[in-house]
């Protein structure tokens, strides 16, 4: 298995992975308005013997409110074909983009996502649970990639528009 960047040949698979993966449009759609809109951060892809088997993308999300405006990276969403989940692609996926935040130079990332799969690559609710959030329970998660820059942050998490509870 590689993993590599998004082309533009690659957007139709793109979408096929994640409605295989989610059972539904929610997710492609969300990739599509991310990628038309501009707020595309990094979009990877896991090949398999030629074929897309898993995807993963990161946005930008700001935190308003504060006397320090911060952004933030946002993992959301990642998907695998379902004949390829639970063989560590997702996990490939997941640690290959959170490598490239911290060489990209972002401070810190956030999800929302299982609560039984993201803390095994260092994602916990404490980090964010200052923050008020849309998306705030027990699946808003964050990782801090440089000491303290979501801990020390306050105020409320903006997404881009495309996130269906986008304010």
């Known amino acids: 298995m590689t993993i590599r960047d998004e082309s533009l040949a690659d957007v139709q698979a793109i979408r096929d992975v994640n409605r295989a993966a989610f059972s539904g449009d929610l997710e492609a759609d ?3 308005r991310l990628r038309a809109e501009g707020f595309v951060i990094r979009s ?13 993308l990161f946005s930008p999300v700001w935190i308003e409110g504060s006397a320090q405006p911060s952004t933030l990276a946002s993992l959301a969403p990642m998907s695998v074909l ?7 692609i997702g996990s490939a996926l997941v640690v290959d983009g959170i490598e490239l935040c911290r060489r990209d130079g972002w401070r810190g990332v956030i999800v929302v996502g299982w609560p ?6 260092g994602f916990s609710t404490e980090v ?13 998660m964050g990782l801090e990639l440089v000491p303290g820059a979501i801990t020390e942050l306050r105020g409320s998490i903006r997404y881009p528009p495309a ?3 986008a304010s």
């Open 163 to 165: 996130f269906p509870l």
């Open 30 to 32: 969300l990739v599509e």
């Open 82 to 88: 379902p004949d390829y989940q639970r063989q560590g």
């Open 116 to 121: 039984e799969y993201y803390p095994r690559f």
């Open 128 to 140: 964010v649970a200052h923050l008020e959030s849309p998306y705030a329970g027990p699946a808003f």
């Open 44 to 56: 990877r892809l896991a090949i398999d013997r030629g074929q897309i088997v898993g995807h993963i």
